[in-house]
């Protein structure tokens, strides 16, 4: 039930209109929609392009970065639900080439919950690969739907993860840890692929998820958007100078499972409004089975301070609601889908610029549709100190393969201090392994990890763990096999 009052609908847009503003967003689209079709909130920010002042509407394409890991965990359910599958197989009765060596088996499961074992390590991108094998849209068509390119990209990244070891890059056995995994997407989309019966991945998704729902402007394509009049030109911060471009390869994943996806807030619409009916679309069309869309929306792994993760979703508390959905980030994409069953509503937020905490914005109508006041009200915790001994041993330099950096190390006063991609940040420790880290709009929760000796080999920030360095020897990304 829509609890809006105008004056939490005017602080959510006073918010939206702040975060834009501080984070130099050029166009953003948002939209809250009823479980009933409803669209009860719609308004758009900005431009798609900000050269032309050309305005956006509900069909203007964004890119959706990581919201696409909903759409391969979904396609991975109807699959097993046709029987083509199960959760609890091998990646290696499928992808051959990840024999599983050095490790406890990796199955199906493990992948669609980021629990694979793996750190995040640089990525192996489509135009680093297609250049390789000499392959070009000008020659070859659309990249998203070239098989040569999807079997050698299945080829790379299936013998980097598997030649990782205990030693040398695996954090800990399946099922152990949370560490977001986009190589682990990339090889759900290969399995999609195999056992789907289309040519790939981009055509299973077509097939079986968009016609279906008739999202007909979305899509896995790198040229289309490019050259469509009404897609979003993609900003990101080039040395403090905001820089446009039309180039949706831009460090895409090679294997299209983890970010792909292109798509419109009309279209969106669609998509969570069949999460919301439990499967079902706008015309009682049967997408996945309620118990499928329940499975992928359960809880399975722990995520951030109080949340968990289920099959390419995340669920956070938000006041008395349970929120369900996903974020992406690419250059040029911030993006994210919401929706609360217990109020029968969602929340979609699509933004042309790379860093905009659009789910802020997310949460701040969610809040407010619920009858609360959008702004934030942070977590509480109880405040405690890090032993010295703690505080030694967590002190050092941690670096991700996807590029975050940070440095633990020692104030003057013996207080724990971090400076995260270079800025010092508050920190505050709330367990004996644990701290909050202080950001303006937001707070981000750090996690010491042990191994079973006592030392720290890593630590968890916001969906990643990030190794310390000196303790593994993570491969790259510029890996011929």
Not at 27 to 33: H, T
Not at 179 to 202: H, K, T
Not at 323 to 345: C, D, K, Q, R, T
Request: proline share 4%.
């Amino acid at each position: 039930m829509n609890r809006m009052t105008k004056g939490n609908l005017l602080l959510a847009k006073m918010r939206t209109e702040e975060l834009i503003r501080s984070y130099d967003a050029v166009g953003l689209a948002i939209a809250v929609i009823e479980a009933d079709g409803t669209t009860v909130y719609q308004d758009f920010y900005g431009y798609a392009d900000q050269e032309t002042e050309k305005a956006m509407d509900e069909d203007t394409i964004f890119g959706l970065a990581s919201v696409t890991k909903s759409f391969t965990a979904l396609a991975i359910m109807q699959l097993c639900e046709a029987g083509k599958l199960d959760l609890e197989d091998p990646v290696s009765k499928y992808i051959p080439e990840f024999t599983n060596q050095n490790q406890r088996t990796v199955r199906i499961r493990h992948l669609l919950t980021h629990s694979g074992g793996f750190f995040p390590l640089p990525r192996i991108v489509v135009d680093q690969v297609a250049g390789a094998l000499g392959l070009s849209e000008e020659k070859d068509g659309d990249l998203a739907y070239s098989e040569v390119l999807a079997e050698e990209g299945r080829k790379r990244v299936a013998k980097r993860l598997d030649s990782l070891t205990a030693e040398h890059g695996l954090s800990g056995i399946p099922g152990q840890y949370f560490s977001y995994c986009n190589d682990g997407f990339g090889l759900l989309s290969e399995i999609i692929r195999l056992v789907g019966d289309e040519n790939s991945y981009a055509e299973y998704l077509t097939k079986h998820i968009l016609e279906p729902l008739g999202m007909s402007r979305s899509f896995c394509d790198f040229v289309r958007p490019a050259r469509d009049e009404n897609a979003a030109t993609l900003y990101k911060k080039v040395k403090g100078e905001l820089k446009g471009s039309r180039d949706y390869h831009d460090n895409a994943f090679v294997l299209n499972g983890g970010g792909a996806m292109k798509s419109t807030l009309a279209d969106l619409k669609k998509y969570v409004l069949m999460y919301l009916n439990e499967g079902h679309g706008a015309q009682h069309e049967r997408i996945l089975s309620s118990c499928g869309i329940a499975e992928m929306c359960k809880g399975q792994m722990p995520y951030l301070a109080r949340g968990s993760y289920g099959f390419g979703l995340s669920i956070h508390q938000l006041d008395d609601l349970r929120v369900i959905g996903h974020g992406g980030s690419l250059p040029g994409v911030s993006s994210n889908i919401a929706w609360s069953y217990e109020a029968g509503f969602g929340v979609i937020v699509l933004c042309n610029t790379s860093g905009v905490p659009v789910s802020l914005i997310s949460d701040a109508f969610m809040r407010a549709y619920n009858g609360k006041s959008p702004i934030d009200r942070r977590d509480s915790f109880q405040e405690c100190s890090w032993s010295a001994e703690t505080l030694a041993g967590a002190a050092g330099n941690y670096a991700s393969g996807e590029g975050t950096a940070l440095r633990i190390f020692e104030k003057d006063a013996g207080e724990p201090g971090i400076i995260l991609d270079g800025e010092e940040r508050p920190l505050l420790p709330v367990s004996p392994d644990a701290a909050i880290i202080r950001n303006r709009y937001s707070d981000g929760y750090l996690k010491l990890l042990r191994r079973e000796d006592g030392s720290i080999f890593a630590a968890a920030y916001g969906s990643r763990l990030i190794p310390k360095e000196g303790v593994f020897d993570l491969p790259d990304a510029d890996t011929e096999q």
